[in-house]
């Protein structure tokens, strides 16, 4: 068995009022593996148990008037704080963040912590989002809470964690990486229900097989998704 490291590479904290929602992430797949190997820790915070109300609420109705209710900062920001003391970089979870990308990933990857604050209702108090680092969205939508954001970020980030992924080159040739889509994958068996996969991938000569590869992700790339063409050739200039 593998011993574990002393320190693992990457420390994420989680600031939620809902942290039960992420038990079968943390143990399942990859995640759980790069727990259980220590190399990736995983901490909870929840703003409830900051709450100075008899009640433990952590919410109130907006000033100004309109629907939902708003977290408040106090009892977000002393949860942050249970981790920023240690220095880290707090990313607030919002549809008004960054998009998030695989160049997002890969940068905090590469960092030794940082915390994930989820909100919930309406969202939090604009006062605490002043002290975030950054905000990231996962997209153009609402969703209910930052759970399932977090859970989107952690997996993309816990994949890059060194050694967390058995053949180490796979995230090399990945969608996103290069600024290109992945080109097609093909296994067992070889025709399935009249259709062949390729003869190049089948021949055994790696140049010609990467060369098709290559093709095939121009091409895909072209046709799903332009705009990373668009968005490659702008970095180059
Ligand atoms: N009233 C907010 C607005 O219109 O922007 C939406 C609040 S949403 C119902 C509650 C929480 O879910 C947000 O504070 C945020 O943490 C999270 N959330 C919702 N959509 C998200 C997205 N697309 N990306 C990241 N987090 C999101």
Request: net charge positive.
């Amino acid at each position: 068995m593998r011993r574990a490291p002393a320190r693992p590479s990457l420390r994420i904290g989680i600031v939620t009022l809902a942290p039960e929602m992420f038990g079968s992430v943390l143990k399942a797949g990859l995640i759980g593996r790069a727990i259980r190997a220590g190399l990736l820790e995983v901490a909870f915070a929840n703003p409830r148990d900051h709450s100075r109300d008899a009640h433990r609420r952590v919410d109130a109705r907006p000033y100004g008037g309109g629907p939902g209710m708003v977290l408040m900062p106090g009892p977000v920001d002393a949860a942050i704080r249970q981790f920023a003391k240690r220095g880290s970089w707090i990313v607030g979870l919002s549809p008004r963040g960054r998009p998030f990308s695989g160049r997002a990933a890969s940068r905090l990857s590469r960092k030794k912590q940082f915390v994930l604050v989820c909100g919930r209702y309406e969202g939090l108090d604009e006062r605490v989002c002043a002290s975030f680092d950054e905000e990231i969205s996962i997209g153009d939508y609402v969703l209910s809470g930052g759970e399932i954001a977090a859970m989107a970020v952690l997996d993309a980030v816990a994949r890059l964690v060194p050694g967390a992924m058995g053949n180490a080159s796979s995230s090399d040739e990945e969608s996103f990486a290069g600024g290109l889509l992945e080109y097609p994958q093909y296994t067992r068996p070889r025709v399935w229900s009249g259709k062949r996969v390729p003869a190049v991938l089948l021949s055994g000569n790696h140049a010609r097989i990467e060369a098709w590869r290559r093709r095939r992700s121009l091409e895909l790339t072209r046709r799903l998704r332009p705009d990373l063409l668009l968005a490659r050739k702008s970095s180059k200039v």
